[in-house]
């Protein structure tokens, strides 16, 4: 009805906020699609002054049908807050949030690479409050399970240091580097026994040993495949080759 009365939808109250980030901040999604329809579309990648934008605080919630009407209402997927969180940094952080809204915001290109005021990534994030479906879901995009932060921590430190189980499990299967060292220059091995993770640390311990069985096993067959390769020349032959070396 206000709308019919030509209201404007682009008006501000006292706290400089618009009908339409009014309505997203209380899922009000018929009025969202209202408003978006009435042409303030690209206020959903506006921002108020000093503040995150409307996908930020629907990403934040969870609420999935706010993103998907945002996203459609050309929301930026690339737009930063004052912590320099993109909206997927964001989702990756809130504890109980939706991997269906990590999902989506990856569908729209937002980049798994992006790191925040603390050099963090949307994985370091997920790692840290253990949320191991998004973590799999941002590997599955290609995100760096040994992308390293402000403090040299890698998700792999991160979920060590709190005996996130799934979350490293997750990470080993990625190839995360486990000789990485942060700035106290400790390995992920020695911020889980600091933790007193113990089957983290035995985690660890395995996925080391298994790779160094890789490496021996990788060794041994190209050792293998020398000499067989020396063994079939001709003589005339292996004296060249000896000469050229």
């Known amino acids: 009805m206000l709308l019919d009365a030509k209201a404007d939808p682009s008006a501000r109250n006292g706290d400089a906020s618009t009908a339409l980030r009014l309505a997203a901040e209380c899922c009000r999604e018929r009025v969202v699609m209202m408003l978006v329809r009435a042409g303030v579309a690209r206020e959903a990648a506006a921002r108020n002054p000093g503040e995150d934008t409307l996908l930020h605080g629907a990403a934040d919630e969870g609420s999935e049908k706010m993103v998907r009407?945002?996203?459609?209402?050309?929301?930026d997927v690339t737009a930063?807050?004052?912590f320099d969180r993109t909206p997927l940094i964001i989702a990756a952080a809130a504890e109980g949030g939706s991997v269906e809204v990590v999902k989506m915001l990856l569908v729209a290109g937002a980049d798994p690479a992006a790191k925040d005021s603390r050099e963090m990534?949307?994985?370091?994030?997920a790692a840290l409050v253990d949320r191991d479906a998004v973590a799999q879901v941002l590997l599955a995009a290609g995100a760096d399970a040994s992308a390293s932060d402000i403090g040299n921590d890698t998700p792999l430190h991160i979920a060590s240091d709190r005996g996130f189980?799934?979350?490293v499990m997750l990470l080993l299967d990625?190839?995360?580097d486990m000789s990485a060292r942060n700035s106290e220059d400790d390995t992920p091995l020695q911020c889980a026994a600091a933790g007193g993770h113990q089957n983290v640390v035995e985690m660890l311990q395995v996925a080391a040993e298994q790779k160094r069985s890789v490496a021996f096993a990788m060794g041994n067959q190209e050792r293998l495949g020398t000499a067989s390769l020396v063994r079939g020349l001709e003589p005339g032959v292996l004296r060249m080759v000896?000469?050229?070396a």
Not at 69 to 75: D, H, K, S
Not at 121 to 125: D, E, I, P, R
């Open 80 to 82: 930063r807050d004052h």
């Open 69 to 75: 009407r945002l996203l459609a209402a050309g929301a």
């Open 165 to 167: 189980e799934k979350v």
């Open 174 to 176: 990625a190839n995360a």
């Open 121 to 125: 990534t949307a994985l370091h994030w």
């Open 242 to 244: 000896l000469d050229l």
